[in-house]
């Protein structure tokens, strides 16, 4: 069993691979969506799968990561794919300067502040017109990418996926559990719990900040209400939740099942999908709250590795 | 010799409470300490003062000379205090060699060899991979005191250690006290069963509304009016 999973793993990158040479645009453009969804649901899971810390204002990160790239791209003149590295380290810094203070809160206060952060962040990206062009939003140089972009958006994908891997299976990730599970001891055992909380919360802010860059070299043009929404942050949480959080493949196999379910809703149910969508969470936070893996773990009593 | 723990004046107020409210006392290396009180009498902040989970309102706290009453709980950890909970505080999630895993700076390798053979030693390495979430209470009881020993602490801080331990773990768990005792360990612990803690101790302190009431061997302490007083009043 587990000789096959790497095996497995390799096919799935090579199909992924080749895929565009067969597929259309459209079909490039919903994986590289995917994609996206599975870096960001990952990244959450990173932070609020592991420490415990729920983490409700996570697009903030995106939508840093989105104008920073797009101020490298159109301010600094800098290659897209350099820009889009620069939107990661965006996201950490911004990471680090509201971590230090904001994560010293516990449980929903931590989650509040997050979320106030996102709205204070669009509204400063709203006042600054001279840089960042307010709510007219900024227009990047037109370029067709979206196949390079692709596989950008891939390899963030993976990359975050084998953090997460590298991270679980260490005693880094242990500690991380640690303050999951009890605060208090871990910070009596000797865990510098505040220190390992800011690693997470910057390390769970690289792949959102390169995404948004990669995102926003996609869109061509961003603005404050099109980066910072609320309902990307709920998405990514119920995709985490949906698969398992605080497993590897929870939030890959949360965000692949539900992204393909919004998308073939969407298409038929302009309105109804929104409803649809409310109703998973309400039956995922109800009935299995661990999430399918997290059944599936307790059930079967499989490792956290899954 | 000198103390290896000096508790100098402390006070702690919740509100209008003086939880601790004065108290000096000075542990000597290599012995066997109780605290014992009524309910309420300040014991539990006590400790929870010198592992910097709480912070002293006045007063000073040193441990080997340093003074460690501003200092964070994973700073006191790691100059060598440890403890233990009242309430079971394992990681539920994390299994029984997991649970002491976190707890080292060495090496992987060292530190997995280690937590191997602490957890052998209470006779829980059969269950090395279990949840501590799933074993017994008096199991967690034990898988949290060996977790305080994995990086040999020289002052150990045990908070009610016999609370809800059947007999036979009892023995165990006295045993390995009285080893750490031996091999130059300082051991301070909370309890309120009587026979622990005179047949553990050498020396008793006392504690009654925050305040230090008596001090002194067991046999002493327990003829104290005072402490009668205290326990069952006048």
């Known amino acids: 069993m587990k000789r096959w999973v790497p095996v497995g793993l390799l096919l799935l990158a090579v199909a992924l691979s080749l895929y565009p040479l067969e597929a259309t645009g459209y079909g490039v453009r919903v994986m590289l969506q995917l994609f996206m969804w599975i870096a960001l649901a990952q990244s959450w899971n990173l932070i609020s799968g592991l420490t415990g810390y729920v983490s409700f204002g996570h697009v903030v990160f995106f939508g840093t990561g989105a104008y920073a790239s797009s101020l490298l791209i159109v301010k600094a003149g800098l290659p897209w794919p350099l820009a889009c590295l620069g939107g990661g380290v ?19 206060y931590f989650a509040i502040a997050m979320l106030g952060l996102n709205e204070v962040m669009r509204v400063i990206v709203s006042y600054y017109e001279g840089l960042t062009g307010g709510g007219n939003g900024l227009s990047l140089p037109t370029l067709d990418a979206s196949l390079a972009i692709y596989y950008a958006m891939g390899l963030v994908a993976a990359g975050v996926t084998a953090v997460t891997y590298a991270i679980l299976t260490s005693r880094f990730g242990l500690r991380l559990m640690t303050i999951r599970e009890d605060e208090v001891a871990a910070e009596a055992m000797g865990i ?7 690693y997470a919360l910057m390390l769970s802010a690289i792949g959102p900040g390169i995404v948004g860059g990669l995102s926003a070299r996609d869109q061509g043009y961003i603005e404050p209400i099109s980066v910072f929404p609320l309902i990307m942050t709920i998405t990514m949480i119920v995709m985490a939740l949906f698969g398992g959080k605080g497993t590897i493949w929870g939030p890959v196999l949360g965000a692949t099942v539900l992204f393909f379910f919004q998308e073939a809703v969407w298409a038929r149910f302009v309105y109804l999908h929104q409803l649809l969508f409310g109703a998973i969470i309400v039956a995922v936070v109800l009935l299995m709250p661990r999430g399918i893996l997290g059944v599936l773990q307790q059930k079967y009593n499989l490792p956290r590795t899954i | 010799m000198a103390p290896i723990l000096e508790v100098d004046g402390a006070v702690k107020r919740f509100g209008g409470v003086a939880a601790v409210n004065g108290v000096s006392l000075a542990l000597e290396p290599g012995r066997i300490y109780g605290l014992i009180g009524p309910n309420g009498s300040g014991k539990t902040t006590l400790f929870n003062c010198i592992t910097g989970v709480d912070h002293l309102d006045e007063g000073r706290i040193r441990f080997k000379g340093v003074p460690i009453d501003r200092l964070k709980p994973h700073r006191i950890f790691h100059l060598g205090v440890g403890r233990t909970f009242q309430v079971i505080r394992v990681f539920p999630e994390l299994t029984a ?9 060495t090496g992987y390798a060292e530190a997995r060899a280690r937590a191997r053979e602490l957890l052998a030693r209470v006779k829980l390495d059969r269950l090395a991979d279990e949840f501590a979430g799933n074993l017994s209470y008096g199991q967690q009881k034990l898988v949290e005191f060996v977790r305080v020993l994995m990086t ?3 002052l150990i801080l045990l908070d009610e250690p016999a609370a809800g331990v059947n007999r036979t773990l009892l023995n165990e768990l006295l ?24 047949g553990l101790c050498e020396t008793v302190f006392v504690l009654d509304h925050g305040e230090k009431l008596a001090e002194g061997a067991p046999g002493v302490i327990q003829a104290d009016e005072r402490v009668i007083e205290a326990y069952f009043g006048r």
């Open chain 1, 192 to 198: 510098d719990t505040l220190r390992y909380k800011l």
């Open chain 2, 175 to 198: 045993d390995a006290v009285r080893r750490l005792r031996d091999q130059g360990k300082t051991v301070l612990l909370v309890e309120h069963d009587m026979k622990v803690v005179m």
């Open chain 2, 97 to 105: 060699l997991e649970n002491l895993l976190v707890v080292t700076t």
């Open chain 2, 152 to 154: 040999d602490p020289e």
């Open chain 1, 90 to 108: 965006a996201g950490a810094l911004l990471a680090l300067v509201i971590g230090w203070p904001c994560l010293r809160l516990r449980g929903p």
